[in-house]
């Protein structure tokens, strides 16, 4: 299986303190994308890197890229309670196909 | 940006029966529209992708008479259920990607809200 792994697969914080998931791929990619994800819902875009970036930022987003040890890391700074949900990393290859990671399932706490 | 609908949102429908899912592009052209499956607590497993006017390309271990795949124009292509068992229950999720042009941004692949399909 292509499928990337995150982890935690599970994270609990309070809310205004930050989250940080990793996501670990297995090929060479073209860019990596994260993704959230809300209980029953369809995916929304949160940001994407591309293979010969380091580090994107995007409001309280974070996102960090090491392709010599391909992985990547979401950071989520000062979360609230509405950032609960479950985020993906997806990877682009050479193929064109958007493989997703196994997710990590965020709940914030009042 | 781009719009993906997906129709019905949830159904419920006996063992044997066939459901027909919609997916459709509201403001752009999608030449290639991508099918994923994902059961509760899990990831998005890609079924299939379709490219508009040709036959869909499924992945390994996906049974192509069972869910039959149909790009027919460049808004809506359709996922169609055959003799549903409970085993198919899982969560449908569509993604539509734009062709050489310039809205949405060419390559960019737009997600659907997803059809909720249980078996009885």
């Known amino acids: 299986s292509q499928q990337g792994e995150e982890d935690p697969q599970a994270l609990s914080i309070q809310e205004g303190e930050n989250a940080t998931m990793n996501c670990s791929y297995k090929?060479?990619?073209?860019?990596l994308q994260w993704y959230r994800q809300n209980s029953g819902r369809g995916l929304v875009h949160l940001i994407l890197i591309r293979s010969n970036e380091r580090e994107k930022h995007s409001g309280r987003l974070r996102v960090t890229l090491d392709t010599s040890k391909k992985s990547s890391s979401l950071l989520i700074t000062a979360s609230r309670a509405a950032d609960t949900a479950s985020y993906f990393c997806?990877?682009?290859?050479?193929?064109?196909?958007?493989?997703f990671g196994t997710g990590t399932q965020l709940k914030v706490e009042l | 940006g781009a719009v993906v609908s997906q129709h019905p949102s949830w159904v419920i429908c006996k063992s044997g029966t066939s459901v027909k899912i919609e997916c459709r592009s509201l403001d752009f052209q999608a030449t290639t529209m991508f099918w994923y499956r994902q059961f509760p607590k899990q990831s998005l497993m890609l079924m299939a992708t379709s490219n508009e006017g040709s036959k869909a390309t499924y992945e390994q271990g996906v049974e192509k008479d069972k869910f039959l795949i149909n790009h027919a124009s460049l808004t809506l292509s359709t996922l169609t259920v055959t003799s549903a068992h409970p085993e198919d229950s899982s969560f449908y999720i569509c993604?539509?990607?734009?062709?050489?042009?310039?809205?949405?941004?060419?390559?960019?692949?737009?997600f659907g809200p997803g059809t909720r399909l249980t078996v009885l």
């Open positions: 090929t060479s990619i073209n860019n």
């Open positions: 997806a990877t682009k290859g050479g193929g064109n196909k958007l493989t």
């Open positions: 993604s539509a990607r734009g062709g050489l042009v310039a809205h949405p941004p060419y390559n960019e692949q737009f």
